[in-house]
């Protein structure tokens, strides 16, 4: 062909008829003004980076790659010494001149730390030998219609200023800037005007994925790899031998859907502890631990089958206090505290008992406890599952009581109401419900099980789930070892919007770190946590955790998690779309998408409780 043939429009016939590839391919309008651009009905404005902060953290361009409709285009141009030299030598001068001229004292210290600034550069480019690249940073904002680029633009503004950057918008340039940010145009004389000198290592740390990976000391959990293949070993109680910013505790939580691998990534956590020493007390309402506990010689304690196989006495007290509580005199804190787990309980196996019907039911248990020689002044420490009332007790002071009423008065109403309640915990349920506690513990790896149930009732199901996580509680106070404590299903706890309940496990969340325990909530459903009248303690119980583990969830659940952490377009997006094992980690101030990676033996050595 002639270069004529060469240059001319292609054209390629399709079934319904002939169409020129060149106007296809070509976008469907382009507009270019002072300072924004229409591109495809698209609105579009390119911000270009002017200046940096003195000093650069690794990862520094992590976060502004998630911001929603901004792509970045980073250009790095290597700067021959020479032509350094002579920058570095004038700009000395430069600033030695207006330090002397300047009379300001507050711009005199300005100019005075730019010096030692550059002077730090130079010693750096001495010791290293590094090279030196012109960096050109450019974001190209885009928008469906001018008034949400002008939004866009702001939001944009107010980040990078918070970073310590500033970015314009080079008026009647952005048709030079835009062909420098796509590689199939030469070079633009803008190239030559933009850009800082910047080290090759410092270039190197800027970038997201340098740092996405996590290499935690001490005891920690080979979990995965991130998605550039860095390791990720992960130490839940980092806190204790590191201070990193927002990994104050060793609260966990995962979330996913049926499926999606939450159940493996927590056994992964917990054999780890197991293997370290810790002590390690699991809410299993499954029974997913089974065959992982009988292998590692624990204990699993079968409570879905009551009576003989085990019973958690729901009125004996969890001594929820430390030293120091009892030493400020909140030793009383103990049985108030306790007043309210009862309540809650109560609240689990009848969600539509009356407010009056509560509260006289917590007249009657502190009238039964006092029978016992329980009151705010007593030294539980020296008390035995032995010394507690059961719901027989408390059903004989409710029956001593209607005997000496005669009279229909509203009390009498009140205690009727409460005794047909309690009636059902000391007859048909009193083999879950009513006894003293009968558990045989005798190692520190814990599963308490209740698959039996799980399909019966859910106001009972949900009542012995909660009894259990309170005596579990009670298991995790000894300061003198570290301890995990693992709810599965914990939305469980909030599905009947049971308020007190909510503010139980928010309660556990928050004091966990005073007994150096350690929890892993998981749940599937995080919309149970974002009900309304349950969102102030759902927000407490994942404000009070340091990491999450978020595979993959569908809408509804992801819109409702973003009520609870802050997730942005990206990672909203990534989630619902994830596959077995691939989960969004948030570790502190670190987000990546990691892989869990499992060996095949490891697989085996966890049971058929569960999926992958």
Same mark, same amino acid.
């Given at each position: 062909?002639?270069?004529?043939?060469?240059?001319?429009?292609?054209?390629?016939?399709?079934?319904?008829?002939?169409?020129?590839?060149?106007?296809?391919?070509?976008?469907?309008?382009?507009?270019?003004?002072?300072?924004?651009?229409?591109?495809?009905?698209?609105?579009?404005?390119?911000?270009?980076?002017?200046?940096?902060?003195?000093?650069?953290?690794?990862?520094?361009?992590?976060?502004?790659?998630?911001?929603?409709?901004?792509?970045?285009?980073?250009?790095?141009?290597?700067?021959?010494?020479?032509?350094?030299?002579?920058?570095?030598?004038?700009?000395?001068?430069?600033?030695?001149?207006?330090?002397?001229?300047?009379?300001?004292?507050?711009?005199?210290?300005?100019?005075?730390?730019?010096?030692?600034?550059?002077?730090?550069?130079?010693?750096?480019?001495?010791?290293?030998?590094?090279?030196?690249?012109?960096?050109?940073?450019?974001?190209?904002?885009?928008?469906?219609?001018?008034?949400?680029?002008?939004?866009?633009?702001?939001?944009?503004?107010?980040?990078?200023?918070?970073?310590?950057?500033?970015?314009?918008?080079?008026?009647?340039?952005?048709?030079?800037?835009?062909?420098?940010?796509?590689?199939?145009?030469?070079?633009?004389?803008?190239?030559?005007?933009?850009?800082?000198?910047?080290?090759?290592?410092? @270039?190197? !740390?800027?970038?997201?994925?340098?740092?996405? +990976? %996590?290499? =935690?000391?001490?005891?920690?959990?080979?979990?995965? *790899?991130?998605?550039?293949?860095?390791?990720?070993?992960?130490?839940?109680?980092?806190?204790?031998?590191?201070?990193?910013?927002?990994?104050?505790?060793?609260?966990?939580?995962?979330?996913?859907?049926?499926?999606?691998?939450?159940?493996?990534?927590?056994?992964?956590?917990?054999?780890?502890?197991?293997?370290?020493?810790?002590?390690?007390?699991?809410?299993?309402?499954?029974?997913?631990?089974?065959?992982?506990?009988n292998s590692l010689g624990g204990d699993f304690l079968d409570l879905g089958k009551g009576g003989e196989f085990g019973m958690i006495n729901p009125l004996e007290i969890v001594i929820d206090a430390d030293?120091?509580?009892?030493?400020?005199?909140?030793?009383?804190?103990?049985?108030?505290?306790?007043?309210?787990? @009862?309540? !809650?309980?109560?609240?689990?196996?009848?969600? +539509? %008992?009356? =407010?009056?019907?509560?509260?006289?039911?917590?007249? *009657?248990?502190?009238?039964?406890?006092?029978?016992?020689?329980?009151?705010?002044?007593?030294?539980?420490?020296?008390?035995?599952?032995?010394?507690?009332?059961?719901?027989?007790?408390?059903?004989?002071?409710?029956?001593?009581?209607?005997?000496?009423?005669?009279?229909?008065?509203?009390?009498?109403?009140?205690?009727?109401?409460?005794?047909?309640?309690?009636?059902?915990?000391?007859?048909?349920?009193?083999?879950?419900?009513?006894?003293?506690?009968?558990?045989?513990?005798?190692?520190?790896?814990?599963?308490?099980?209740?698959?039996?149930?799980?399909?019966?009732?859910?106001?009972?199901?949900?009542?012995?789930?909660?009894?259990?996580?309170?005596?579990?509680?009670?298991?995790?106070?000894?300061?003198?070892?570290?301890?995990?404590?693992?709810?599965?299903?914990?939305?469980?706890?909030?599905?009947?919007?049971?308020?007190?309940?909510?503010?139980?496990?928010?309660?556990?969340?928050?004091?966990?770190?005073?007994?150096?325990?350690?929890?892993?909530?998981?749940?599937?459903?995080?919309?149970?946590?974002?009900?309304?009248?349950?969102?102030?303690?759902?927000?407490?119980?994942?404000?009070?955790?340091?990491?999450?583990?978020?595979?993959?969830?569908?809408?509804?659940?992801?819109?409702?998690?973003?009520?609870?952490?802050?997730?942005?377009?990206?990672?909203?997006?990534?989630?619902?779309?994830?596959?077995?094992?691939?989960?969004?980690?948030?570790?502190?101030?670190?987000?990546?998408?990691?892989?869990?990676?499992?060996?095949?033996?490891?697989?085996?050595?966890?049971?058929?409780?569960?999926?992958?």
């Open positions: 062909h002639s270069d004529n043939d060469a240059c001319a429009d292609i054209v390629v016939l399709f079934p319904s008829g002939p169409v020129n590839l060149k106007s296809e391919v070509a976008p469907k309008g382009m507009e270019f003004k002072p300072t924004e651009f229409v591109l495809g009905g698209k609105y579009s404005t390119i911000l270009t980076v002017i200046a940096f902060p003195r000093n650069i953290a690794p990862g520094f361009l992590s976060d502004i790659t998630n911001i929603q409709g901004v792509k970045i285009a980073i250009k790095h141009i290597p700067i021959q010494f020479s032509v350094l030299q002579k920058m570095l030598n004038k700009e000395i001068a430069d600033l030695k001149v207006r330090y002397q001229s300047e009379k300001d004292q507050t711009m005199q210290e300005r100019i005075r730390q730019d010096y030692e600034s550059l002077e730090q550069f130079i010693q750096m480019l001495a010791a290293t030998q590094a090279r030196i690249f012109d960096f050109q940073m450019h974001l190209m904002v885009t928008a469906d219609n001018k008034e949400e680029l002008e939004l866009r633009k702001i939001q944009v503004r107010n980040y990078i200023d918070a970073l310590g950057m500033r970015a314009v918008s080079l008026m009647f340039e952005q048709e030079k800037a835009l062909k420098s940010i796509l590689p199939i145009f030469p070079p633009q004389d803008i190239e030559n005007r933009i850009g800082t000198p910047i080290p090759s290592v410092t @270039v190197a !740390a800027m970038y997201p994925f340098v740092f996405d +990976s %996590i290499k =935690d000391p001490g005891n920690a959990t080979l979990l995965g *790899v991130d998605f550039s293949g860095g390791v990720i070993l992960f130490n839940q109680f980092l806190y204790q031998i590191r201070k990193e910013h927002n990994r104050n505790n060793a609260n966990m939580i995962i979330l996913g859907t049926s499926g999606s691998g939450k159940s493996t990534a927590a056994k992964v956590l917990v054999r780890t502890h197991i293997r370290n020493g810790f002590k390690v007390v699991c809410v299993d309402p499954e029974g997913e631990l089974g065959d992982m506990c030293e120091e509580e009892i030493a400020q005199g909140l030793g009383y804190t103990v049985l108030t505290r306790t007043l309210q787990q @009862v309540k !809650a309980f109560m609240k689990y196996y009848s969600p +539509s %008992i009356e =407010d009056d019907v509560l509260t006289m039911f917590s007249d *009657v248990l502190q009238e039964t406890y006092k029978r016992y020689k329980i009151d705010y002044n007593t030294d539980f420490t020296k008390l035995t599952s032995a010394d507690y009332p059961t719901f027989d007790d408390v059903y004989a002071t409710i029956k001593g009581h209607l005997v000496g009423m005669t009279d229909a008065t509203h009390e009498r109403d009140v205690l009727e109401r409460l005794e047909l309640k309690v009636r059902p915990l000391v007859k048909e349920l009193r083999y879950y419900f009513t006894g003293k506690t009968t558990l045989n513990i005798e190692s520190d790896f814990i599963v308490f099980n209740i698959k039996e149930l799980m399909n019966s009732d859910e106001n009972i199901k949900n009542a012995l789930f909660f009894n259990i996580l309170k005596y579990a509680w009670g298991l995790c106070l000894d300061k003198d070892i570290n301890t995990v404590m693992m709810v599965d299903e914990a939305h469980v706890l909030l599905s009947s919007h049971n308020e007190l309940g909510a503010e139980f496990l928010a309660q556990i969340q928050r004091r966990s770190r005073k007994y150096n325990t350690g929890t892993i909530i998981i749940t599937q459903q995080p919309t149970d946590f974002a009900a309304p009248n349950i969102i102030t303690h759902g927000k407490a119980i994942f404000d009070n955790a340091s990491y999450y583990l978020v595979m993959g969830l569908r809408k509804q659940a992801v819109d409702d998690l973003s009520k609870l952490i802050d997730l942005n377009d990206n990672e909203k997006e990534a989630i619902k779309y994830y596959n077995q094992g691939e989960a969004l980690f948030i570790c502190g101030n670190k987000r990546m998408k990691i892989q869990v990676v499992i060996t095949q033996e490891e697989l085996d050595s966890f049971g058929s409780g569960g999926g992958y």
